[in-house]
């Protein structure tokens, strides 16, 4: 007798795409998406940075299979198993996957180091990650992602409020690069070593009050510029901040822009990409556990002066402080996903009504239900006279498969 076939998960569209096909490998259910940019003229179906991740995802798991239509606007997925970084199942000798990065990659690599470490608590083993390549940007980008600086800063440090040890968690940052011509491209290099695997993530308790400022941290980052702007970018951002924190240090990056091969050139030339600057400063309170992050970039067809861009970036983080909660927008997703794949109890976090009410995690919340976990309790605070509201979970305990097994 046959085995029963499986009943795939029907999405539509390329949002949240990353997204769905992790909550699809943590959880093994199959997904279907259908009308990935079918509207689209002149780029219908996966986009490159899209079929990267899939390339990636089949690096870190065993057994998964992936079916893609010819015109790229369908995608059947069954997950496999989350091995990591294993030898001898595309791991090199020193236990890390080296993954390629194209050059007409238009996202940063916090695209693929998010929903990584969302699967990396729940691998057999180790996830390593060598990022490289000519598609490789580890600034913010202007479709949103966070520069390398802030994911490491601010949203790895909140996985040790699951019961994973972000100590046994490293980023290194060997290249550092900004987005190229028209977005695309920066060839840096990123290596994630992720050694923090456990059977399940503890409950979430985070439901208080934010607390006070304590301390802002930050990083300006020049690359293949004047050293100078970083200098500059700080000064101005201390200028809006001072009068608020005294607690303030910004370190400064300066790196030469990596070089690569010029395919208009027939002679083997090379020619710098990556070139740019920004600032990524991140807010620590008086509660543990809570971050607020902000990013700037300067535009890959340039316009900004460093002192703009310095005070750009310290009104962000002041904007960010403003909405309330305890976890931002940025790091909100991450946070709601591990409470929902954690132990079967309920979990709660605070969050404030802007970050709430965003399409992400509005989607999230709709997709979580899509794969069986269950519905979010929402209720306002009522020990200030804030507009935070607290967001009720109940894990899924869904855990460590290959731990379980192992």
């Not at 970084?85 to 998010?114: K, M, N, Q």
């Not at 992602?145 to 940052?173: C, K, M, Q, W």
């Amino acid at each position: 007798m046959s085995a029963p076939r499986p009943e795939f998960l029907k999405f539509t569209g390329h949002k949240s795409f990353t997204q769905r096909l992790v909550l699809a490998t943590l959880t093994g259910r199959p997904v279907h998406i259908s009308k990935i940019r079918s509207n689209s003229p002149t780029n219908p179906g996966l986009a490159p940075h899209e079929i990267s991740f899939l390339r990636l995802l089949e690096a870190v798991t065993n057994g998964s299979s992936m079916q893609i239509s010819y015109t790229g606007t369908t995608i059947t997925y069954q997950p496999g198993l989350i091995t990591g970084a294993v030898p001898g199942f595309g791991a090199s000798d020193d236990d890390v996957i080296e993954h390629h990065l194209p050059a007409t990659c238009t996202r940063g690599v916090t695209y693929f180091l998010l929903p990584l470490c969302l699967l990396a608590p729940f691998s057999k083993s180790h996830m390593n990650v060598r990022f490289e390549g000519p598609g490789v940007i580890t600034s913010a980008t202007e479709t949103g992602d966070l520069s390398v600086d802030s994911f490491r800063t601010a949203i790895l440090p909140l996985y040790s409020l699951f019961g994973i040890p972000a100590a046994r968690i490293e980023v290194r940052v060997h290249q550092r690069s900004c987005a190229g011509p028209r977005g695309s491209g920066g060839a840096g290099v990123v290596e994630l070593r992720f050694a923090s695997q456990v059977r399940l993530p503890k409950t979430l308790h985070l439901n208080r009050s934010p607390g006070r400022i304590k301390r802002i941290r930050g990083v300006a980052y020049a690359t293949g510029v004047s050293a100078s702007n970083n200098g500059r970018m700080i000064h101005s951002a201390r200028e809006v901040l001072n009068p608020f924190v005294s607690d303030i240090h910004i370190a400064a990056q300066y790196d030469q822009a990596p070089l690569v091969a010029d395919a208009a050139e027939k002679a083997g030339g090379k020619k710098r990409m990556g070139i740019g600057f920004g600032l990524s400063l991140v807010a620590e309170s008086s509660t543990v556990g809570v971050l607020y992050s902000a990013d700037v970039v300067v535009p890959p067809k340039g316009g900004l002066v460093p002192e703009d861009l310095g005070k750009q970036c310290a009104y962000q983080l002041l904007e960010t402080i403003n909405q309330g909660g305890c976890v931002t927008g940025a790091a909100a997703g991450t946070v709601l996903t591990l409470m929902a794949m954690g132990s079967e109890d309920v979990g709660r976090l605070r969050l404030g009504r802007d970050v709430v009410v965003t399409e992400q995690i509005i989607g999230l919340a709709r997709d979580l239900k899509k794969f069986g976990a269950s519905s979010w309790g929402l209720r306002d605070v009522e020990d200030d006279d804030t507009d935070d509201i607290i967001v009720s979970v109940k894990g899924t305990g869904v855990g460590n498969v290959g731990r379980k097994i192992a």
